[in-house]
């Protein structure tokens, strides 16, 4: 068969096995030695990661981390008092009591905005820190990353020197935001974890054992329950990719395949959330609910407003008709603002809450139907703000402004950041990273976009779209071109989601862009790899893969 690396890759190879350096290996020589080496070369490339961390300060967190942290907390506590002393997870008699009484359920649950962030991630953020601090966090995250980016360099280009995949950790540690969302302690670096593992199954799941295959389906799963966003992203980059599958005339059985196992992780991850949900009403007469994100959205972007003062002239349809009268202009105000004169979730009650709540989709649903071409046209709006939006603000803010701010300072965000920064905190400036974050953002911002222009210069050059014009999917050059195109159709895609759903922000976008310098990378390898300059003119001159 072949070497074994990251996910269980492996690459076929002329008469035999190649080594990482595309050298040929003894056929009979033990598998463990190239699993050992793959695991070896993830760890150096976390490594280099987590050594970008160390220079730029420590691992960061942010206000919805002490969220997903507190979930963590509750859900390990009660597995805990299951395991060690038999107390019941879910209590029955006091289920049947809230089924027959109407006083049966709390009167302000305090679940009722956690299903807008992942039990399942804050579970692994819980236990991470506890047993390692932030740092065994960004450690996870950055073996993670490393294994998919390992996992992606196998199988565009097979055989491709060792070297190279240390050369493009290196460079993504130096000059892309990867490092900086490894050790983030939020989901977001999930954003491309999740775009990358819908290529490798789309694109390239023949290059995989069913170990490989596995692990691949479940990074999808986590990642898509991690964040809603993820979901939508990764659907469309699945039908692109049924689209390009189709045209290359790959067979259809192995479409359906593949369409079907990235289908079935999503799935997975919704019913996952589903069934959090459902337990946390059983066990405590919660229900899950959400900040109403959408109704922000409609009405900061202007169709909003004009159909809710149509709508509230001579009736109160909606609850946000109590607050027609605020500016209703900024998502952000709508929803967290602690001023009378601009907020309004925040300052509710909670049965004024939980009615925006239940409202929030219908409401933008018709709001969007009172004006389709306003709406799309301020979504398209967000799209485009969203594409080039890739400041590092919010990943790298001082943390001195947690450990001082009256309320974040009574969180469990002092605990985490003090965990890994014994000095941290004496004052509000102590904290703060050597360089400047928006120098670092435009950096990274130019190097990703130019990677981009990079890429799209050597699609041409390589000839690509006359491979494509010929539909052969067994082109290995040909379908190295289309996982990098649907790497970076990912970053476009993800600007689309972010932007029209929640908001222009800048911390969606920075978290993803780190695919371009990686796809415009391997793709270069891949050519590499498949062509060779002919003598006579200097031309490429194609080079089969090993089969």
């Not at 506590?77 to 879910?90: E, H, M, Q, S, W």
């Not at 809710?308 to 009736?315: D, E």
Request: with cysteine.
């Amino acid at each position: 068969m072949g070497s074994k690396g990251g996910f269980g890759t492996w690459s076929r190879a002329q008469g035999g096995t190649v080594d990482g350096a595309g050298r040929a290996r003894d056929p009979s020589s033990p598998a463990q030695g190239s699993w050992r080496r793959g695991l070896v070369s993830i760890f150096a490339g976390a490594l280099i990661l987590v050594a970008a961390t160390a220079v730029m300060g420590r691992p960061s967190v942010f206000t919805d981390t002490d969220d997903y942290y507190a979930q963590g907390h509750d859900i390990t506590k009660a597995l805990t008092a299951f395991v060690l002393r038999g107390k019941p997870i879910l209590d029955f008699d006091d289920i049947r009591y809230r089924l027959t009484h109407a006083d049966g359920g709390d009167q302000e649950p305090v679940h009722n905005q956690n299903g807008a962030r992942s039990a399942y991630y804050g579970v692994c953020l819980y236990l991470l820190e506890t047993y390692g601090t932030l740092w065994l966090v960004d450690l996870a995250q950055s073996l993670l990353a490393a294994a998919l980016i390992r996992a992606l360099w196998r199988a565009i280009a097979p055989g491709a020197a060792a070297w190279s995949y240390f050369a493009l950790m290196a460079f993504l540690a130096a000059l892309s935001t990867l490092p900086v969302f490894t050790a983030f302690a939020m989901p977001d670096v999930f954003a491309g974890f999740a775009a990358v593992a819908t290529v490798l199954l789309m694109v390239y799941p023949d290059r995989f054992d069913v170990w490989g295959q596995a692990a691949l389906f479940a990074v999808l799963a986590a990642a898509m329950n991690f964040h809603t966003s993820n979901l939508i992203t990764c659907g469309v980059l699945t039908l692109a990719s049924l689209l390009g599958l189709g045209w290359l005339r790959a067979p259809g059985g192995q479409i359906l395949r593949r369409g079907a196992t990235v289908a079935l992780a999503g799935v997975l991850a919704v019913a996952a959330a589903g069934f959090y949900a459902e337990m946390i009403k059983l066990r405590s007469g919660d229900e899950l609910g959400h900040p109403p994100f959408l109704t922000a959205r409609v009405l900061a972007d202007g169709p909003g407003r004009v159909y809710l003062a149509r709508a509230c002239r001579t009736k109160s349809p909606w609850v946000v008709c109590a607050f027609k009268w605020l500016p209703l202009d900024d998502s952000e105000d709508i929803l967290w603002s602690d001023d009378p004169s601009r907020g309004i979730f925040n300052l509710s009650e909670f049965a004024v809450r939980v009615q925006i709540e239940h409202e929030d989709a219908r409401f933008a649903l018709a709001s969007t139907l009172s004006d389709p071409l306003g709406q799309g046209l301020a979504s398209l709006d967000n799209w485009r703000q969203q594409i080039v939006n890739v400041r590092l603000d919010e990943p790298l803010l001082n943390p001195g402004f947690y450990l001082h701010d009256p309320y974040w300072r009574t969180t469990n965000l002092p605990l985490l950041i003090r965990s890994v920064g014994a000095r941290c905190g004496r004052t509000r400036g102590d904290c703060a990273v050597w360089f400047d974050p928006e120098g670092l953002a435009i950096i990274d911002g130019v190097v990703a976009f130019a990677a981009l222009g990079v890429l799209l210069l050597r699609l041409r050059a390589a000839g690509v779209l006359a491979l494509w014009r010929a539909r052969d999917f067994d082109d290995p050059l040909l379908r190295a071109a289309l996982a990098a195109v649907l790497l970076s159709a990912a970053v476009i895609v993800n600007a689309g989601v972010c932007g029209a759903l929640s908001g222009p922000f800048p911390r969606y976008q920075a978290r993803i862009i780190w695919l371009l310098p990686a796809a415009a990378l391997l793709f270069e390898t891949a050519v590499r790899r498949f062509t060779r300059a002919s003598s006579p003119n200097g031309g490429l001159e194609r080079r089969r893969e090993p089969s």
